[in-house]
């Protein structure tokens, strides 16, 4: 499975950005997705995470509230709409997936989706810059 991300770019604070990630085969429709971003000098961070079905969805805190994950599964595509951005949301963007599920089931448990380790398949990363 490969996932291509795409949609960084370069935007002023207070302006918005449409990350995607579009998975090339697999099972897509009961992943578990994810999107981690990692800023210069720092770890790579969750940003939100999505079951197969989109209906549960998690945020990490610093984004909770302007950032929307949701997902095509009929596209094999996952979304991250970003509103509000903050220079402090400049980062290399990830996407990443979990094909340990199946047949609708999901985890329940959000620190599952915090951790980077349970996904198997990452993107290349795409790199989002806000200016003040």
């Known amino acids: 499975v490969q996932l291509q991300a795409s949609g960084g770019g370069l935007v002023q604070a207070g302006g918005s950005l449409r990350l995607s990630c579009a998975a090339s085969?697999?099972?897509?429709?009961?992943?578990?997705m994810g999107w981690f971003r990692q800023a210069p000098g720092k770890e790579r961070d969750f940003v939100a995470g999505?079951?197969?079905?989109?209906?549960?969805?998690y945020y990490s805190e610093t984004v909770k509230g302007r950032f929307t994950i949701s997902r095509d599964n009929a596209k094999n595509t996952v979304y991250l709409e970003m509103n509000s951005l903050k220079p402090e949301d400049t980062a290399v963007y990830y996407c990443?997936?979990?094909?340990?599920?199946?047949?609708?089931?999901?985890?329940?448990?959000?620190?599952?989706?915090?951790?980077?380790?349970?996904?198997?398949?990452w993107g290349q990363g795409t790199l989002v810059t806000v200016s003040s």
């Open positions: 990443a997936a979990d094909p340990k599920w199946y047949s609708g089931n999901y985890p329940t448990d959000s620190n599952y989706f915090m951790d980077s380790g349970v996904y198997t398949y």
């Open positions: 085969s697999g099972t897509f429709t009961y992943y578990v």
């Open positions: 999505i079951t197969w079905n989109g209906g549960t969805t």
